[in-house]
């Protein structure tokens, strides 16, 4: 059995990973034949749709794979999946129903972003819609605990507790067990259940996006989320909330719809200025089967937990650019989370100078992101915490804009599982497992992650590298 990481390799985003399983000779229908089994196809971010790493030809034959398995809907995990179709991919992708349904929105928001991006750059696009609809036909759904048999290989998917309908899977091969964790959830998390554990495993992969860092308590967010908005709408400012439009901002409304419900801020507009994250938290509240049992009790009594007094989806763009007629003090939600794009980037540049207004970031921000830049501007070097920092500029629309407002982050918001949380959930695996494989994260987390994996576990591990191959 085969190992190849074609992508989540010493970076955060771009998971890509091929396991080639030889068939078993016991096994008629596929005698002779190699198994080859995709897990997520994903796009690199930080960087240009349209970079080369990501219309590079894939370093496999997509018409010889048997089966793509995806862990969850973000970009960096299904980008390029219409891509791999195009390039002669003929068989089923696997997923829970709220994955599916996710990533064709995302894909086709991905899409209409990327067509400016190929117009400017007059490059060829990656995919298009009809890439996406042919997909869609080829996606079929799997359920948490079931298992789908490909040939010799059994694959199992479970709860990841990262986003709604988010899975890692169990693969059994060879008398093996393999886990690939996707990305693995901060919990306790609002709305969705906890990650889930399993016992045995000979090898496992990990994300390590968080792999040297620890997260606020959950409980200290809502505090420092509360504290933001009272400080800037005392100043009259404008508090722009850079969310991303899958998880973090349904996470958001739900403590906002707490924070405005109880009277615990004052009552100023909200604007919720993202037509992607309107029509993904419609499939949040199609999905409410999957939420956990205390979000589920307070739907039951009658709390519309996306809906509250203040709250304005702003779906059209007239809409949204009739924010700007509206006087301070305001709240503003919008995307791009790393501001790569979306309609937080004209905000940034109309309400940036305002000293009396806040930039707040509540996700992950990736190298060359302009979101990262201005994380790191305003702390010198340090990218996580909150902080009101020195005025600078920055790029926007090829302009240059001074960033004189506040800027802060809160890190409890992340979806990603910290450190602590990591070596938690492999502590369960650590009697079987032969090797930890650290991925989908920067170098210096990766490392830590492997030097506390190490030192609490007494587990081998390794950070592979692009392309690397590794037999199991």
Known sequence: MRLYFYGGARSVTGSNFLLEVPAQPSHKASA????????????????????????????????????VFVTHAHIDHTGRLPK?????YKNKIYSTPPTREFSELLLLDSEHIMKKETDRLSRE???????????????????????????DVNITPYDAGHILGSAFYLIE????????????????A??????????????????????????????????????????TMAKKGTLMITAFAMERTQDLLFQLNDLVENKKIPKVPIYLDSPLAIKLTSIYQKYSSYFNDETLAQIQKGDKIFDFPGLHMTLQTFESKNINNVPNPKIIIAGSGMMQGGRMVHHAKRYMSDPNSTLLFIGYQ???????RILEKSKEGKPFGATHGKSFNVKIFDEDVAVNCRVAAIGGYSAHADQPRLVEWLSPMKQSLKKVFVCMGEPDQGEALMQKINSELNVATEMPSIGQIVEL
């Not at 791999?84 to 002669?88: C, D, F, N, V, Y």
């Not at 091969?173 to 959830?185: M, P, Q, R």
């Not at 990736?366 to 990262?372: C, F, H, I, P, V």
């Open 32 to 67: 002779g034949k190699t198994i080859k089994i995709l897990i997520d196809c994903g796009l690199r971010q930080g960087i240009g749709f349209c970079d080369e790493i990501n219309c590079d030809p894939f370093p496999y034959k997509p018409s010889e794979i048997d089966a």
């Open 84 to 88: 791999l179709i195009k390039a002669g």
């Open 125 to 151: 696009q990656l995919y298009d819609g009809g890439d996406v609809l042919a997909l869609m036909k080829m996606w079929d759904e799997v359920f948490y605990h079931k298992t789908i048999s490909i040939g």
């Open 173 to 188: 091969a060879e008398g093996k067990k393999i886990v690939f964790s996707g990305d693995l959830g901060n919990f306790p």
């Open 190 to 231: 609002p709305i969705i259940r906890n990650t889930e554990f399993i016992s045995d495993a000979d090898y496992a992969l990990i994300e390590s996006t968080y792999g040297g860092r620890v997260h606020e308590p959950q409980e200290e967010r809502l505090g420092k989320l509360r504290d933001v908005i009272i400080e």
């Open 366 to 372: 990736a190298n060359g992101s302009l979101g990262r």
